[in-house]
């Protein structure tokens, strides 16, 4: 599948594409990118889960704190874990088989700056193209929260767009953690890069299908609710 078909099964809306209105509402969500230096200026509380896109190059992937979580299959809560047994806080159960969700933090820069990113599972998921239960599965016994897998520590130097939701203390206490909630190839990469992006293409799930990381957006009218709504990239 081409990326354009792809895209376009997940609801992207280039420039120049004629918007279909089968939705139920009619309105695209326009989200403006902006530079690094731009997105830390966005400190006014009127941005607050407001989303904006920036197009980076992945400098680093923080290797000093764990690169998945166990999450509840039904609520998909954060579990807690006390002596090998893990309990939705939510649910108040015992979970014996749980879900897995990436949560990485990865140093971005462009032109204009540098940030530290909170990469959620989505994201993650798109840049290595398999679900971090899957991931945990396939390296077997050895496999711990603390040593990244080598796929994971590959997405430097990779060239991305993301989806970044402004989080209260972005606004509040002039926070530069930033969180990304969803990762699209970068359209104008350099062209020492493309062979990075062409991999990220071909390695990028058709769907997210996430909405846990989204959810905290969806207070907000206006803003981006799933990895699949309509977005409209403004350049
Ligand atoms: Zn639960």
Aim: hydrophobic share 30%; with cysteine; glycine share 4%.
């Amino acid at each position: 599948m081409t990326l354009i078909s792809r895209l376009n099964r997940e609801g992207y809306v280039s420039n120049d594409t004629v918007v279909p209105t089968n939705s139920v509402s009619d309105s695209v969500h326009v989200i403006e990118t902006v530079t690094l230096k731009e997105l830390v200026e966005k400190t006014s509380t009127k941005y607050s889960k407001m989303n904006f896109m920036c197009s980076v190059k992945i400098k680093k992937v923080q290797t000093n704190d764990t690169w998945w979580y166990d999450c509840c299959p039904k609520c998909h809560e954060e579990l807690n874990e006390f002596e090998g047994m893990f309990k939705c806080p939510n649910c108040k159960l015992t979970i014996p088989v749980t879900e897995k969700r990436y949560r990485i933090m990865i140093i971005v820069e462009d032109s204009t700056g540098v940030a530290n990113v909170n990469f959620s599972n989505c994201v993650v998921k798109r840049l290595v193209g398999k679900s971090a239960t899957n991931m945990v599965d396939e390296l077997g016994e050895g496999v711990t929260k603390s040593s990244i897998p080598q796929l994971i520590m590959d997405v430097a130097e990779k060239d991305v767009t993301l989806n970044i939701a402004i989080r209260d203390d972005n606004v509040l206490i002039n926070s530069t953690l930033y969180n990304a909630t969803d990762a699209y190839p970068s359209k104008n990469p350099k062209p020492s890069s493309s062979e990075s992006v062409q991999k990220f293409e071909d390695n990028t799930l058709s769907s997210c299908g996430d909405n846990v990381e989204l959810a905290i957006c969806d207070k907000t009218p206006g803003s981006v609710k799933s990895c699949n709504k309509k977005i409209k990239l403004v350049r």
